[in-house]
């Protein structure tokens, strides 16, 4: 599962999401999407946040 790498406070760039992961960011871009789509993470100036 991705959202226990990202914080609440702190924005993850998606290369450290993919190298904490081990997925490739091609393959994660997607799944963040959808998690944004559904308003559980948000992107932000230098990444990713956790919103819930």
Partial sequence: MIL???GFDKAI???II??????STSD????????ELIEKVAIVA???????
């Fill in 46 to 52: 230098g990444g990713y946040i956790r919103l819930e």
């Fill in 13 to 15: 760039p998606i290369d």
């Fill in 28 to 35: 994660l871009a997607p799944l963040l999407l959808e998690l």
């Fill in 18 to 23: 993919a190298n904490k992961s081990g997925l």
């Fill in 4 to 6: 226990p790498l990202l």
